[in-house]
C-alpha cells in the first residue's frame, strides 16, 4: 500500500501480485465494484507511472501472455477457446480513491 511520505497517511493504491490466471481472472472482475463506500478499480500494471509507449507495449505484452496461458489451458482441459470470449483488459494503475 502507498502513503503519503509526510503524513504517512495511505494514499488509497496498492499493487498485488496474484499466483495464478484463475485468481487475476476474479480480481479483474471487481474492477469499478464498490468496497464498503469506495468504488474501487482493479487494473494491469506494468511498473512506473505514466502512460509512455514502452509501458503501454509492456502492458500489452503482459495481456498476450495472459491471453496465450488461458488459450493453451482450455486446450489441455480439451476444449477450444470460446470465440465470444473477452480478452484480458488493460487500464492505467491501481487507484482507489481518484488519486494518480
Do not use: C, Y
Amino acid at each position: 500500500m502507498l502513503s503519503d511520505s509526510k503524513t504517512k497517511k495511505f494514499r488509497g493504491v496498492a499493487f498485488v501480485e496474484l499466483a495464478d490466471r484463475d485468481s487475476l481472472a476474479a480480481a479483474l472482475g471487481l474492477h469499478k465494484s464498490r468496497l464498503g463506500h469506495k468504488k474501487i478499480n482493479v487494473e494491469l500494471s506494468a511498473g512506473g507511472g505514466g502512460n509512455g509507449a514502452v509501458r503501454r507495449q509492456k502492458i500489452q505484452a503482459k495481456r498476450d501472455r495472459l491471453n496465450q496461458q488461458a488459450e493453451a489451458a482450455e486446450a489441455k482441459r480439451g476444449r477450444g477457446r470460446d470465440a465470444n470470449a473477452v480478452p484480458v483488459g488493460v487500464r492505467k494503475p491501481v487507484a482507489t480513491d481518484g488519486a494518480s
